[in-house]
């Protein structure tokens, strides 16, 4: 993990141990809380026209930012609690997608992987 990603981790720790909450945090729960919190971001963006910065307006701007906040902290603590250093984790899946997704095949283009492979054998 970064130092960020760490001060955060320590932070959160702080936190949950101050409230005896430890013992709610199984990886489940936290996994269970993050796709929560997921869904509370996408709801304000829900029947926004583009999802634009500018269509939200500076009060829902902050409470993006605050449900961001919320995504992020769920998955810090999964990592801790799991014992993955997330700022590793993040450099290997960027190596797995460059590979999945090379610049010179991909650029412009929104599709899966598996369609450029099937698009690629039909050429």
């Known amino acids: 993990m970064s130092n960020d990603l760490h001060a955060i981790r320590d ?25 929560v919190e997921a869904a509370e971001l996408l709801e304000h963006f829900q029947w926004l026209q583009a999802g634009q910065r500018e269509e939200l307006g500076e009060a829902k701007l902050e409470q993006v930012r605050h449900e961001m906040a919320d995504v992020m902290v769920y998955l810090v603590r999964i990592a801790d609690k799991l014992g993955v250093d997330l700022g590793a984790a993040v450099i290997e899946k960027m190596a797995l997608n460059r590979a999945k997704y090379p610049a010179d095949l991909v650029r412009g283009d929104a ?4 369609e450029y492979k099937q698009a690629g054998n039909n050429e």
Do not use: G, M
Request: glycine share 0%; charged share 35%; proline share 3%.
């Open 11 to 35: 932070s959160v720790r702080i936190f949950v141990d101050e409230r005896d909450w430890d013992q709610f945090h199984t990886p489940k729960n936290l996994a269970c809380a993050l796709s």
């Open 111 to 114: 599709r899966k992987y598996d």
